[in-house]
């Protein structure tokens, strides 16, 4: 069993409890605004470090399952993902996934900067690569540099509250 590696803002009490113990997914979530993670200058980053490999599956206990390049999200777990702005970050699948009022965005979290993928942050409809401040819509295209290329965009269907991811 993997190490869970949950960051989060803004849960309740159950909800932190249910991360704390919860799946062998590591996943950040935020539904909502003003989340910041520790990350915030090139010094403590290791840019060349290659991004990680998914996993070829995951527990699903948090309601997250990844299988090859393809993630489900049982929407009925991660309920912060059903209302507008919410999104995730799958730390694992390496995966960024919006809320745009009610249809969902699904997009790569390897920063095309330098390769960062687990310093997001979501506000203002806009994701912040916190490494170096690249700036992206919710497409994935960029905002504001030093990155210039837009994040690889995946696919996304929903079929009874499981929203499907295609890498
Ligand atoms: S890795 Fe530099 S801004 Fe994302």
């Known amino acids: 069993m993997k190490k869970i590696e949950t960051k989060s803002g803004n849960l309740s009490s159950s909800r932190r409890e249910f991360l704390e113990k919860s799946g062998s997914i590591a996943v950040m979530s935020i539904f909502g605004l003003g989340f910041f993670t520790a990350c915030s200058s090139s010094e403590d980053m290791d840019p060349q470090q290659p991004p990680q490999n998914p996993p070829t599956s995951g527990g699903g206990s948090n ?3 990844i299988s090859g390049n393809t993630v489900r999200i049982d929407l009925d777990v991660q309920t ?3 209302t507008a702005g919410g999104w995730l ?4 699948a390496q995966t960024l996934i919006v809320n745009v009022g009610g249809s969902y ?3 790569t979290s390897v920063c095309t900067h330098s390769g960062c993928d687990r310093n997001w942050t979501f506000g203002s ?7 170096h401040g690249s700036e992206f819509d919710t497409n994935g295209n960029v905002l504001k540099g030093p990155a ?3 994040l690889r965009s995946f ?3 929903i079929n009874n509250n499981i929203l499907t991811i295609t890498k």
């Open 89 to 92: 970050l799958v730390v694992d």
């Open 105 to 107: 965005s699904a997009m």
């Open 80 to 82: 912060g993902l059903k």
């Open 155 to 157: 696919s996304t269907s």
């Open 148 to 150: 210039n290329q837009a």
């Open 125 to 131: 409809n806009k994701f912040t690569c916190t490494c």
């Open 63 to 65: 309601g997250i399952t």
